[in-house]
């Protein structure tokens, strides 16, 4: 069981926040990280990924959905097969603090970052609403998509 809510995951993530979930304090589900194994991933994403882009840019940068526990993925529709649910990804939200954009981030850790997949969530041409981004301790396959609504469906197309 892992107790310390107010473990720092890397210099500027907290467990509590990757772990934080809107819908899951309203709908009472609980969202702790219990496997050894998440806990190491989720260490390595925010080490890997969200360190060195907090680095370049000096500024906060929110986290809007990091870890997802199987009812809590289940209560916001996610993938079954989402690597939020195995802490290998975040969604970043970079506007919540206004001080830089989510286009920037997006540029910066494509040019800059390994990642396994890094996506677009949908937003317009100049700007996603969010990025979402994971990592794995192997095989990182730098994939990019866009999520984009089709008649009320979301659909991933290949990022060009
Ligand atoms: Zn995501």
Known sequence: MIKQN???LSDHVTLAEFCH???AKRRGIDNTITDPNHLAAAKLLCEKVFEPMRLHFGVPIHISSGYRSGALNRAVKGSASSQHC?????DLDADRYGKVTNAQIFEYIKENITFDQMIWEFGNDSQPDWVHVSYK????RGQILKAKKINGS???LAFS
């Not at 195995?86 to 975040?90: D, I, P, V």
């Not at 301790?137 to 990182?140: E, F, I, L, Q, V």
Request: proline share 0%; hydrophobic share 35%.
């Open 86 to 90: 195995k802490a290998e990804a975040f």
């Open 6 to 8: 107010n473990m720092n």
């Open 154 to 156: 979301t659909v991933y």
């Open 21 to 23: 979930s809107d819908t």
């Open 137 to 140: 301790a192997k095989g990182n």
